[in-house]
């Protein structure tokens, strides 16, 4: 079977929650939909009218009334005018609506991805998101269209002419009411049971395309390391050719069902206009009636067929906000408990007590019952091999992810009570891959504190020996560092970052360390820096060669969650048969080497 079986059928309520959606935005502003809404309503009603004054026109000059004649023509005159300043009226409305609610969305969507778990963002494609939020955000606007300037007029012209009709001659109207309730039932059928479900793939593939695009042109660098080209086009045509299939099945859908309902327009065509001429010919419809009758129905005709490119639209609109709605619906993994507070720290004291922790899909816990204590000031490495929890133990401090028992604390309070932004501004981090914004290499500097002034920027260049290669390029802070730094070195980037964390100045730090990979005149510079910064702050370590951390205060040995070994380097060093010895060893090249990572 097709992986993608599933997705031939209609997910339950994906109309109803877009609507709710659209909806919930409308009632932000209530004022100009209300006017919008208004405004088209009564420019429709003047439409309506303008078939029967056409009849009595034609009586009129077949009856050679001439004032008659002038009196009908005056009044559609007079509703041409009115329809013209009304739609206008609606057409100018929706525009702030529109942009209002684009702006909106945009930004509430960006907001809740930025507060996404860490889990979410690695499982995701950035440009599959990204891709998501800007179709989504577009399809707003014909959504808009569609509900406010399309369908509501539509629906407003089929009632309302049946209405008329239905005061004269009742079987001709509930003809034509039946004969367009039959063309929208089918419309909407066709649109929600049979189109949207292939729509929908196809905007998946669409989704998957952006994905496999976004990932091979950002990771380009690899790819022209190991001669990957062919490789990536390869990929893609497999994308591109499942895309290429959902997609044609879905306009080939979209055709056979325009062609479907054009034939029944035309069998409701047919229908009245026989109807029309039974009416004279029995004597029950003056000239002028037949063409206020045959008039209705090419201004009903020509909104059934546009009803049917609504309905379409409405659909297609529907699907690609889909992803929007569910993306807007996702819920944070890490949230801010009722009433939390900022938290203060004074001396940086780090607390674990009974901690338990799994990640999601885990059968079996990292940590069970971890308890720790770091003071305040201390500098602690963690070692170990890969996996054994080194990496969870300070995204936990950092409260990317919550802890299902037990409790982490700074300074005796709990951070699952503070606000994760204040969390997050006393500790400042230098990852092993520091990943750097499309900017200014001051705006990326001074992003560890907004608001920094140039000398505090350059200032912690300083201190973290970045001035120098920084002084020497053409633009010199000025200078952007192309997608997440890939201008600078990797000894240049580790340096920004460190200078990041300079500038934060916040009271816990967190180093990845990252040295060994670089270049010895770029490592020794680092290590300087990296030890510069520790200096009276609480620091966390988590070393990648053992060399480093000699000179801490403390490491810490981690193995499958567990904490084996604590203390400092001598003392670990001198147990026989131990963890940390054995590592030490092996880097040493008494055994095989080992990443600590």
């Known amino acids: 079977m097709d992986d993608d079986q599933d997705d031939l059928f209609p997910r339950a309520n994906v109309l109803r929650s877009v609507l709710t959606f659209t909806f919930l935005h409308w009632l932000r502003r209530p004022a100009i939909v209300l006017l919008c809404t208004l405004a088209m309503l009564a420019g429709t009603l003047t439409e309506i009218f303008v078939p029967l004054l056409a009849g009595r026109l034609i009586d009129a000059v077949g009856a050679g009334d001439r004032a008659g004649a002038i009196h009908a023509f005056a009044i559609m005159s007079a509703l041409g005018l009115a329809m013209v300043v ?112 292939i729509a929908r793939l196809s905007n998946q593939w669409d989704t998957k395309l952006g994905g496999v695009l976004s990932d091979a042109i950002g990771a380009n660098a690899v790819v022209k390391a190991f001669g990957g080209e062919a490789r990536e086009d390869e990929r893609l045509s497999r994308t591109v050719n499942k895309w290429h299939r959902r997609t044609w099945r879905s306009w080939m859908a979209f055709t056979w069902a325009g062609s479907g309902q054009l034939a029944l327009l035309w069998l409701i065509r047919m229908g009245v206009t026989g109807g029309a001429l039974w009416l004279w010919q029995a004597g029950r419809a003056s000239a002028g009636d037949v063409a206020f009758i045959l008039t209705s129905y090419l201004l009903v005709h020509g909104y059934l067929r546009d009803v049917g490119q609504h309905v379409h639209m409405l659909q297609r609109s529907v699907n690609e906000m889909e992803e929007l709605v569910q993306l807007h619906d996702e819920p944070p993994a890490v949230v801010d408990a009722p009433g939390a507070r900022a938290l203060r720290v004074t001396a940086g004291t780090i607390r674990f007590d009974a901690v338990r922790f799994r990640y999601a899909g885990q059968t079996s816990p990292l940590y069970e019952g971890l308890n720790l204590s770091i003071a305040g000031g201390e500098r602690v490495g963690l070692v170990g091999p890969s996996g054994s929890g080194k990496t969870s133990f300070v995204k936990l401090i950092q409260r990317l992810y919550d802890v299902e028992a037990g409790q982490v604390s700074i300074d005796g309070q709990d951070i699952a009570a503070v606000t994760q932004e204040t969390l997050r501004r006393q500790v400042a981090i230098v990852p092993q891959e520091p990943v750097l914004f499309h900017r200014s290499l001051a705006e990326n500097i001074g992003y560890g504190r907004p608001g920094a002034t140039q000398a505090e920027i350059e200032q912690a260049a300083r201190l973290a020996n970045a001035h120098g290669f920084i002084e020497r390029l053409p633009k010199g802070y000025a200078t952007l560092v192309g997608e997440r730094g890939v201008k600078l070195s990797g000894g240049e980037r580790q340096r920004v970052a460190i200078a990041r964390a300079f500038l934060a100045d916040a009271p816990i730090l967190i180093l990845d360390e990252a040295t060994s990979s670089l270049d010895s005149e770029s490592e020794a510079a680092i290590q300087q820096a990296m030890e510069r910064l520790m200096v009276g702050r609480t620091a966390i370590v988590i070393a990648h060669r053992l060399s480093t951390v000699r000179a801490l205060d403390r490491i810490l040995v981690f193995d499958h969650g567990r904490i084996v070994e604590d203390g400092p380097h001598d003392r670990l060093l001198a147990i026989t048969g131990g963890h940390y010895r054995r590592l030490f060893e092996r880097q040493a090249g008494n055994g095989e080497p080992v990443l600590l990572q």
Do not use: C, K
Not at 132 to 161: E, F, H, K, Q
């Open 86 to 197: 009304l739609r206008h009226l609606g057409w100018w409305a929706i525009i702030p609506l529109t942009l209002g609610m684009m702006r909106d969305v945009a930004q509430e969507a960006f907001a809740r991805v930025q507060r996404l778990s860490t889990e979410w963002h690695a499982n995701s494609f950035a440009g599959s998101t990204v891709r998501r939020i800007s179709r989504g955000m577009w399809a707003i606007d014909t959504l808009n269209d569609v509900l406010l300037l399309s369908l509501l007029p539509s629906l407003t012209v089929l009632a309302g002419t049946v209405v008329l009709l239905g005061l004269d001659w009742p079987l001709l109207g509930l003809g034509m009411a039946l004969g367009a309730f039959a063309y929208v039932a089918v419309t909407f059928g066709l649109a929600t049971r049979v189109l949207a479900p």
